[in-house]
C-alpha cells in the first residue's frame, strides 16, 4: 500500500492541503530537514520548492526517482515586469540546472494564460518574489491592479505559464548518486 506525504514550511498550506487530500499525510518543516528515517520513499515530488539532493538522497530507496517541477525563465514574466520591482524580476533569467545533475527525463510547458486581476495577485503571493508581510501584499496587490485594469474598468492580464519539470534517479538509494 502506498503512502503519500507532502511537506510545506506554510502551515496555511500544509492545513489546506490536509482539507483537500484527506488520504494523504502532512507535515510542517524545512526541505532540509524531512522529518522521516532514511530510504523510506520510492519518489520524492518537488514542485516549486527548494530542492536539497542531500536530503532527497537520503530518504529514496535504492532505485528512486526525485521529480521537480520548477518555473522556466518565461513563468509569470508580464506579472512580475508589471510589478517593476528589481526583487521581482529575480528569476526570469534562465533557470540554473538542478544540483542532482542531467535529467533522465526533462519537459517544459509553455502556453499563454489570461487571468482575472485578483487570481494574477494571488499567483504573485504564492511566489518567491510575491511580498511576505500582510501591508506589503496589499500594497502589493493593488499595485497590480492598478497595472492589469483596462481602460473599461475590468481587471484582468495575460502571463505565460512556463513549467520544467524533470525526473533523476538515485541508484543507490541513501546518500546516493544520480545518473
Known amino acids: 500500500m502506498a503512502s503519500l506525504w507532502g511537506t510545506d514550511l506554510n502551515k496555511l498550506a500544509v492545513r489546506y492541503a490536509a482539507t483537500r487530500q484527506r488520504d494523504a499525510k502532512f507535515a510542517v ?3 532540509t530537514k524531512l522529518p522521516f528515517a532514511d530510504g523510506v ?13 542531500e536530503e532527497f538522497c537520503r530518504v529514496l530507496k535504492p532505485g528512486g526517482v526525485v521529480i521537480v517541477a520548477r518555473g522556466g525563465n518565461r513563468h509569470l514574466h508580464e ?7 528589481a526583487d521581482a524580476m529575480r528569476g526570469s533569467e534562465a533557470p540554473k540546472q538542478f544540483s542532482a545533475g542531467l535529467a533522465e527525463n526533462y519537459l517544459r510547458l509553455k502556453s499563454e494564460e ?36 483596462s481602460a473599461d474598468g475590468e481587471a484582468s492580464t495575460k502571463a505565460t505559464v512556463d513549467f520544467i519539470v524533470s525526473t533523476h534517479r538515485v541508484w543507490l538509494g541513501t546518500g546516493g548518486e544520480p545518473i
Open 29 to 31: 518543516c524545512q526541505p
Open 41 to 53: 520513499f520510492s519518489v520524492v515530488f518537488s514542485v516549486f520548492a527548494p530542492s536539497p539532493w
Open 79 to 85: 506579472l512580475r515586469s508589471q510589478l517593476k520591482d
Open 114 to 149: 489570461e487571468y482575472s486581476s485578483e487570481l494574477a495577485s494571488q499567483l504573485v503571493e504564492m511566489t518567491a518574489w510575491g511580498a511576505k508581510k500582510p501591508h506589503e501584499a496589499a500594497a502589493q496587490r493593488e499595485k497590480l491592479l492598478q497595472c492589469v485594469r
